[in-house]
């Protein structure tokens, strides 16, 4: 390293400037733009949120984009590799993969937005109330001791297993697999919102609600979720991977929705027989969506917790 | 201390009735009886007796004081569709096929995961990090019943290294293991590579750094020991997602384990077998986060023991 010579003339003298002191603020910025900001930040997020934007749309316009039905069976065009006629190949009965692959797309989404949404519902209600209830005289801490019991029981029992006991009995599709998966799923949810309320409602703003007379409702309604709002969105972008592969899963087992619909987990299933004859495309199209869609709902997930919630952050 | 591991044995019987319960109303929601639509069509006298015989005809409280009567004295009944077979036995010969690839699955998971995100936060936001971590959410991404048909396809038909499939020697439980072990392992890899992180930044590091310590010593009594703890926590929820994975792994990979059993019996609707798995399954979870949840504070001296459950 070469010696600096320091001396007057490295100095310069500066002009006060009252305007930039007035001004130095870093502009103000909302919560939720300073959010996207921080996700926009994130490669890998980004490159999430533009896989599940291709996903969403291959799902809602990919079945229009050729001229086959998801049940059309052309018994000559069975078992074609991927072609300028069929995309991704044909199936054993003939049917377009492409259109099939998507339909199936449909169908994953559907459970998990519908799965999630029921989860988000009941979850907020009950873990809100139970974690307002708690400390609130006798009544509230037994309101919130029931709720935790039950919370504290349906939580240890795998929820997978009761999904599998609840298909049992009921028809099996996809109203089905919405129900079943929402009836264990919103549990998760009801322990960490109650969580976040029980904190919450040690804040002096609420006390200060509640001083002036505010009516429980709206304490709850106005001053408590709003602000977890945060953790649910975090929650969320992990809960619907769970529902796509559950419902991938239930279906692969033969649970799931049932022909002449698609999932992707039954088209794997179907596809599990050729494997060894070669037909790798019928398992490599719908094996290779539900990872991109797993994967892009993760790595989106994680760019949401690490823009929302400082206290993970490295 | 002595008042919480009693609270949690407590909460550890009921969660189990809970579940028994449960299972019991969930089969009794079905419309008709096992056997009205046998294809057989037995006689009404032979049904009459067979209803009898597995105490059908009585009312359903009834029927429920005898389910729990006969769970206490751990019989959970008889296989409808092999009337030779009793469930215990079902359990007997399945459980350790099934607990041999989970473990397996669980140890190749733990190592390997433990490794790679120790890796990672040693060479934080550089190359290797970014390989690893990517290597991870792949790993998270790929559900085993996907990993499986291709692992078979690669290292069984393409590559004859391992059996294709069924039970047998020890090589046949390699491939299943692996397919069972990637979700797992990716997941403790993350878990890991943020709690190293963590551990990292802390104080008695840097003192250990300051005295001189060699890298290693650092790393693993210092780093890795501490990093784990919060792993550790984790392993009950990938204990439960191991037991769900046997179901497809055995099903693909034609094993005889009581995952495979169990999806049978939801194929032929054998009620006393999907009962007796679903609840043995339930117990042996519930003890293993019981197990895990002890051994845990037992490890942390820094964990109190305490009535608390609260989900914060």
């Known amino acids: 390293m070469s010696k600096e010579v320091i001396n007057d003339s490295s100095f310069k003298k500066l002009q006060k400037n009252n305007d930039f002191a007035e001004n130095s603020m870093r502009p103000s910025v909302s919560a939720f733009k300073e959010s996207v900001i921080n996700i926009v930040k994130n490669k890998m997020a980004v490159i999430g949120f533009i896989l599940i934007v291709v996903i969403f749309f291959l799902a809602i316009f990919g079945p229009h984009m050729v001229n086959y039905g998801h049940s059309e069976q052309i018994l000559e065009d069975a078992n074609l590799p991927p072609s300028l006629d069929h995309w991704f190949g044909t199936d054993n009965l003939g049917r377009d993969m492409w259109v099939r692959t998507w339909l199936g797309a449909r169908v994953s989404l559907t459970v998990g937005l519908a799965a999630t949404l029921i989860d988000i519902i009941f979850g907020v209600v009950i873990g809100g109330i139970a974690g307002y209830a708690a400390g609130r005289g006798k009544i509230g801490d037994r309101i919130d001791g029931f709720l935790m019991r039950l919370i504290e029981i349906l939580y240890g029992i795998p929820y997978l297993l009761v999904v599998i006991l609840l298909l049992v009995v009921m028809e099996p599709g996809l109203f089905t697999i919405i129900i079943a998966l929402a009836a264990t799923g919103w549990v998760g949810m009801a322990r960490i919102i109650r969580g976040q309320v029980l904190q919450l409602s040690t804040q002096d703003y609420v006390l200060a609600a509640q001083k002036l007379g505010t009516p429980h409702w709206k304490i709850i309604t106005k001053h408590l979720w709003p602000n977890t709002l945060n953790i649910i969105i975090v929650n969320l972008s992990f809960t619907i991977p769970t529902a796509i592969f559950s419902e991938a899963f239930l279906s692969f087992i033969g649970l799931g929705v049932q022909a002449p619909f698609a999932s992707w987990g039954t088209m794997a299933n179907d596809a599990l027989s050729v494997i060894f004859s070669g037909e790798w495309w019928q398992l490599f199209f719908p094996a290779l969506l539900i990872s991109f869609t797993m994967f892009a709902f993760n790595v989106f997930g994680d760019g949401v917790q690490d823009a929302l919630d400082p206290s993970i952050k490295e | ?312």
């Open chain 2, 1 to 312: 201390m002595n008042i919480y591991i009693v609270k949690r044995i407590f909460t550890m019987l009921l969660t189990i009735w809970a579940i028994a319960t449960l299972t019991f109303i969930i089969m009794k929601c079905i419309p008709g009886d096992p056997f009205a639509s046998d294809s057989r069509a037995l006689p009404e006298e032979v049904l009459q007796n067979v209803r009898a015989k597995y105490n059908l005809d009585k009312p359903v409280p009834v029927q429920y004081a005898l389910y729990m009567k006969d769970m206490l004295s751990f019989d959970l009944g008889v296989s409808l569709n092999s009337e030779t077979r009793t469930v215990n036995e079902i359990i007997k010969q399945g459980a350790p096929v099934s607990a041999i690839i989970g473990l397996q699955a669980m140890i190749i998971a733990a190592i390997f995961g433990v490794i790679l995100g120790s890796v990672s936060a040693l060479n934080h936001r550089k190359f290797i990090d970014y390989f690893a971590t990517t290597i991870a959410i792949i790993g998270i991404s790929i559900p085993n019943f996907i990993l499986a048909p291709f692992l078979i396809k690669y290292f069984a038909v393409d590559m004859p290294l391992f059996p294709v499939a069924r039970w047998g020697t020890w090589m046949h439980s390699v491939l299943p293991s692996i397919a069972l072990a990637v979700t797992p392992l990716a997941i403790i890899a993350r878990f890991m590579r943020s709690s190293m992180l963590e551990v990292l930044k802390q104080d008695y590091i840097m003192t250990a750094n300051s005295k001189g310590l060699s890298k290693y010593k650092i790393v693993w009594s210092h780093g890795i020991r501490n990093a784990i703890l919060p792993v550790v926590s984790f392993i009950g929820p990938l204990f439960a997602s191991l037991i769900t994975g046997t179901f497809v792994i055995e099903q693909i990979f034609a094993i005889p384990g009581i995952g495979r059993y169990f999806v049978e019996s939801v194929f032929n609707r054998d009620y006393p077998v999907i009962m007796g798995t679903t609840i043995f399954f339930s117990a042996v979870l519930v003890f293993v986060l019981f197990i895990i949840d002890m051994s845990y504070r037992l490890i942390d001296p820094r964990i109190k023991l305490t009535s608390e459950g609260d989900g914060k």
